[in-house]
């Protein structure tokens, strides 16, 4: 595709419901990266996929935060049992080789925890 | 010490001014760094990046680096009321052999017409 794909671009869950997020990157882009940014903060890094492969997810928050790309394109961001916290932007961003050239981000997801 | 510092503002220049903003580092071992121009509830987006000691320029952007002082800077000359925004600054640090992108808060910049 043309840009990064994210969604829903909004969402709003009750405490305790189960959410899962859409990433669609850049077709081509080898790595995919999950961003959370809190209002008035900047992006704060979650996890990192290298086609399928997860290499680094030290940055999830808890262990109701799980991410996946099975086939090496289109990944999910799930959040189980959401808290009020987890009410934040969710960034999905690609790039075609390592980070070197910076990344392409997604419009975002919006979610609110009710 | 956050391992990116930026200023958060808001920065405040009259239209056709310059418009300077600056972000520290703790990695000393970072290689590559990153501009990110944010408008209210949009995505980040990328304007500048700079790998080594010195000045990049880039139409009105003009990105400076100074890795011994592990600090990088950005200037927009002849401001316009559209570059306000958020800028990000963002640094490429080595993390368990690959490359991490971190950043900081961000500065807000307005640009007074």
């Known amino acids: 595709g043309a840009g990064v794909s994210q969604s829903p671009r909004y969402k709003v869950a009750k405490r305790g419901q189960d959410v899962a997020l859409r990433c669609d990157p850049i077709s081509g882009h080898v790595s995919l990266f999950w961003y959370q940014q809190a209002l008035g903060q900047g992006p704060e890094f979650l996890t990192y996929?290298?086609?399928?492969?997860?290499?680094?997810k030290s940055g999830l928050p808890s262990d109701r935060f799980f991410a996946e790309r099975p086939e090496g394109s289109v990944s999910t961001l799930k959040i189980q049992r959401t808290q009020q916290e987890d009410s934040a932007v969710y960034l999905c961003?690609?790039?075609?080789?390592?980070?070197?050239?910076?990344?392409?981000f997604g419009s975002g997801t919006r979610l609110t925890v009710v | 010490q956050k391992e990116v510092e930026q200023n958060s503002g808001p920065l405040s220049v009259p239209e056709g001014a310059i418009a300077s903003l600056n972000c520290t580092y703790s990695d000393r071992g970072s290689q590559s760094f990153f501009w990110y121009r944010q408008y209210s509830g949009k995505s980040p987006e990328l304007i500048m990046f700079?790998?080594?000691?010195g000045d990049k320029e880039d139409g009105r952007f003009t990105a400076q680096l100074n890795k011994a002082s592990q600090y990088v800077s950005l200037l927009i000359r002849d401001s316009q009321p559209s570059d306000s925004a958020t800028y990000l600054c963002?640094?490429?640090?080595?993390?368990?052999?690959?490359?991490?992108?971190?950043f900081g808060t961000g500065t807000k910049l307005q640009v007074i017409p």
């Open positions: 961003a690609s790039s075609p080789v390592g980070v070197d050239y910076g990344y392409t």
């Open positions: 700079i790998y080594s000691n």
């Open positions: 963002a640094v490429n640090m080595n993390s368990g052999g690959y490359q991490k992108v971190t």
């Open positions: 996929f290298q086609n399928e492969a997860q290499l680094d």
